[in-house]
């Protein structure tokens, strides 16, 4: 390989990281909805680019669970029925538990700390939209002292294929879903702070139980 093509190969790495953060938060804020198709010339477009790093940067949102390839057709955003919701939510109930143990033996105070900000934050009062990112941001970071990348990126896979129906559901959801919520987070966090993982499992398993119940409750929300 010249020196010219180590660059183009380089650049265009570049381009797909640059690609995938950007359709990323686009997509996990709902900017594009589930079934929403994503074209390779209209992207490439957007970000001044060839096809080539906008094929890549569907592949690594594929990978994390929010697009899927579709061959000679670009991508689109996975669509979830019901059945498929449920069963994702029952697959965390099993294995975020595990996450939250195996990270705990590693997590400093300064990750437990910044939960508590986090929590706080939520505890003031968000709109749907900052609610998901302090949530996000408070579970992701109990997570931060797991050393299996497989746990954690099957864990962030899962979180993403939901994301759309956990804002859904949130914009339906009251206040009282809400004192629920801050309630359990609590649970979480002293259980955090004390390191205890038998505690933190349970609290969490039922955190994730209690969600999937109410998120399943309401059909309307899903396809098929």
């Known amino acids: 390989m010249t020196v010219s093509a180590d660059v183009s190969a380089a650049t265009e790495a570049v381009s797909s990281q640059r690609i995938a953060t950007a359709l990323r938060e686009a997509i996990l804020a709902g900017e594009y909805r589930p079934g929403e198709r994503l074209f390779q010339d209209v992207v490439a477009e957007q970000f001044g680019t060839s096809r080539i790093p906008v094929r890549e940067a569907f ?30 939510y029952r697959m965390r109930e099993r294995l975020e538990p ?30 749907v939209a900052g609610f998901l990112a302090l949530d996000r ?28 129906y956990r ?43 209690r969600t999937r119940v109410a998120l399943t409750s309401h059909p309307e929300l899903f396809d098929g």
């Open 59 to 88: 592949r690594i949102l594929e990978t994390e669970g929010l697009t899927e390839v579709l061959p000679n057709r670009g991508a689109r955003v996975p669509s979830l029925d019901l059945y498929e919701v449920n069963t994702y």
């Open 167 to 209: 804002r859904a559901f949130m914009q339906l959801a009251g206040d009282d879903r809400m004192v629920i919520v801050n309630a359990e987070h609590r649970l979480l966090l002293d259980a955090c702070r004390r390191r205890d993982a038998e505690d933190a499992e349970r609290f969490l398993e039922g955190h994730i139980r």
């Open 98 to 127: 595990l996450t939250l143990a195996e990270s705990l033996v590693h997590l400093t105070d300064e990750h437990v700390d910044h939960m508590e900000a986090v929590q706080e934050q939520i505890e003031r009062g968000v709109d």
């Open 137 to 164: 941001d408070f579970h992701m970071t109990s997570y931060a002292g797991c050393r299996s990348e497989q746990l954690l990126s099957t864990t962030v896979r899962l979180w993403n294929a939901t994301q759309h």
